[in-house]
């Protein structure tokens, strides 16, 4: 068993520079060229960067209304046990509905989160 690791950390060993990849540097006075296209570049972008970044948001502030829904199942339970003499039950069916649909909600909401970075659709 010893003997076959061995063999193989020497073989990898032997193997591995050749997959090892070559830093390769930018000069700096190319650097100093292309920074005026950059910033071109970055004033054009600019406008869909920040419609994207404020769709994201937004999307990320109704993830945040899901997720705080996440704590009105426990409530809606507390409701209808203890509030039904107080006419709590309607409210506690409500609650735990939405109790129970918020981690749902929550998961959709999570994986469509890139996109909604991208500003497409209605996220």
Avoid: W
């Amino acid at each position: 068993m010893k003997r076959g690791i061995l063999i193989l950390l020497i073989l990898f060993c032997f193997a591995a520079p050749p997959f090892v990849r070559e830093a390769q540097a930018m000069d700096p006075v190319t650097i100093a060229i292309l920074t005026p296209i950059a910033i071109k570049g970055a004033q054009v972008a600019a406008p869909y960067v920040m419609r994207g970044l404020a769709s994201g948001a937004r999307h990320m502030v109704s993830m945040g209304y899901d997720l705080i829904n996440f704590f009105r199942l426990p409530l809606g339970f507390l409701q209808v046990t203890a509030g039904i003499p107080f006419g709590q039950l309607k409210g506690g069916l409500n609650n735990i509905v939405a109790g129970f649909t918020a981690p749902v909600k929550f998961t959709i909401k999570t994986l469509i989160l890139p996109v909604a970075f991208c500003n497409i659709g209605g996220g």
